[in-house]
């Protein structure tokens, strides 16, 4: 959400939460969600490359951005 607010991003994938924070604070440039990319945990795996054989060992050594510092994917 920061980074889309702060023109960083021009898109970003996350929960219909933050953008009904950011509402619910009164400012008028807010994000609108537009698609559900999930219908239970939320949690989900983004790359910049293809990969049509993924495996979670693909994983390994790699750096992955798990969203806001203390998030549930942060964690997990």
Do not use: H, P
């Not at 939320?42 to 495996?55: A, I, M, W």
């Amino acid at each position: 959400m920061t980074a889309v607010l702060s023109g960083d991003a021009d898109i970003g994938f996350m929960g219909s939460e933050a953008s009904i924070y950011v509402y619910n604070e009164g400012k008028e440039d807010y994000v609108v969600n537009f698609a559900q990319l999930t219908q239970r945990a939320g949690n989900f795996l983004v790359s910049r490359d293809k990969n049509e054989n993924f495996k979670w060992d693909n994983v390994k050594g790699k750096t992955v951005i798990g969203g806001r510092a203390g998030g549930r994917q942060g964690i997990m």
